[in-house]
């Protein structure tokens, strides 16, 4: 049976068959065979992006959808009814910050048709992927190599060799996979006395890039989200699956944070090196701290709590304006609700008063179970502990649902795929 993605798919292309486009990267052969997690790019001309627009919109179940315009191409983010995603990019320059490096009007030279899609030949679809790569400083991914290596090898030779003919260059399938400095180099020469990159252009695209940069970092799309719950509740489990589904099926950059932001090391890392200290960290039991001073506790806190004051800016810039979505291990509500974790013994209501000058990410789960579930998982915490950890941690974020405009939502955790189509319709929400 088919998803709301897949039938949008096949209907989407029927209603662009007139079009002038070419869809790029395709080497599946039918449309039918695009993996679920792949996004679909369309090289097109700027002023049939309205029609496309329109189709999109009244496309039949269609949840929810996302776009963003930028000078040379615009992006659709596709949520449906069923829980599945699609990404579009719609190219109208296929350009590198200020250098176009293959024109519309070659590669739709090369386009032919193919079960129904239009797409370009195999010796272009091999120069696209190797300039794209090369100019990003990156080697051909493996899923292409495979493709190619698949070619009859008459025609892997044709398009090999078509591509060492046109830029003077030595390259093979064997060393296609790798980033080659002195290829990049050769490529960014002979594109920057191409006529189509002269003097006029490369000034226009110069501000473009520019321009599109500025406003990819004020719109600033990363997003701060945190996974919070006692030992046993299965919150790491959930936080991986939560991981590889922004990675894979949203297309999102992912960074995973434990507890904090971590501008300031572990403090037993004076002690011990930053690489002992985390091993001790990883290895030591929760809540086995044995401190009782109130001083030592006010010290510690004040020290972790300008962690949170000062990272969260640093965090900011160097992740969310770059578009990451920022998954945090446990966050500051630790501090309120379990400080013995941290070996800090302070009144809660200090740590609950003091949160109003930390960052509110927009997404807080808090993962629970019933204590005779979680005892079966780890057996790290009574059940007393359990239970009263589990009441603290719901009471705060009822308090904070009420108080704040960010979501703060408990989440019953105990068949797996149930917990993550909840944490996934969220997700769809501030995506």
Not at 158 to 174: G, M, Q, R
Not at 267 to 277: C, D, M, P, T, W
Not at 282 to 300: I, V
Not at 401 to 424: A, C, F, G, R
């Amino acid at each position: 049976m088919i998803n709301n993605r897949q039938e949008f798919i096949k209907l989407f292309f029927e209603e662009i068959a007139e079009l002038d486009y070419t869809l790029l990267k395709f080497t599946e052969g039918e449309l039918s065979k695009i993996d679920d997690n792949s996004d679909l790019d369309l090289l097109l001309e700027k002023p049939t992006l309205p029609f496309l627009n329109s189709i999109i919109r009244n496309a039949e179940n269609l949840e929810s959808m996302d776009v963003s315009n930028l000078e040379s191409m615009s992006q659709f983010f596709l949520f449906f009814k069923d829980g599945s995603f699609l990404q579009i990019d719609c190219l109208f320059k296929l350009i590198r910050k200020n250098l176009i490096y293959l024109t519309n009007e070659y590669v739709f030279a090369n386009t032919k048709n193919i079960n129904g899609v239009k797409t370009y030949s195999p010796t272009v679809l091999f120069e696209h992927i190797v300039l794209f790569h090369q100019l990003n400083n990156d080697g051909m991914p493996s899923k292409y190599v495979k493709y190619f290596e698949s070619l009859p090898e008459a025609q892997l030779f044709e398009v090999i060799d078509s591509f060492n003919k046109k830029y003077n260059w030595d390259l093979s399938i064997s060393n296609v996979n790798k980033e080659d400095p002195g290829l990049n180099e050769t490529l960014v020469s002979y594109l920057d006395h191409q006529p189509f990159n002269g003097f006029s252009t490369k000034i226009k695209s110069t501000f473009n890039y520019f321009k599109d940069t500025f406003l990819n970092l004020i719109s600033c799309k990363g997003k701060v989200i945190t996974f919070s719950g006692v030992d046993g509740a299965g919150k790491s489990t959930i936080l991986a699956e939560t991981q590889e589904m922004l990675e894979k099926k949203f297309r999102k950059k992912v960074i995973v944070l434990r507890h904090r932001p971590s501008l300031l090391p572990i403090l037993s890392s004076v002690q011990y090196g930053k690489k002992g200290a985390e091993k001790r960290a990883a290895e030591k039991m929760p809540r086995q701290g044995n401190n009782k001073s109130s001083l030592g506790s006010f010290l510690r806190f004040a020290y972790y709590y300008t962690d949170y004051l000062f990272g969260q800016w640093y965090i900011f810039f160097r992740y969310q304006m770059f578009n990451y979505i920022v998954l945090y291990d446990r966050y500051y509500f630790d501090f309120i609700v379990d400080g013995k974790r941290s070996n800090i013994i302070l009144d809660s209501r200090i740590t609950k008063l003091l949160y109003r000058f930390v960052h509110k990410p927009k997404l807080n789960f808090f993962l629970y179970a019933p204590s005779q579930i979680i005892l079966k998982r780890k057996k790290e915490l009574s059940a007393k502990d359990i239970d009263s950890l589990t009441t603290n941690y719901q009471d705060l974020f009822a308090n904070f649902s009420d108080k704040y405009d960010q979501k703060y939502l408990p989440i019953k955790n105990i068949d797996k795929e149930v917990t993550l189509d909840y944490i996934q319709k969220e997700l769809q929400n501030i995506l």
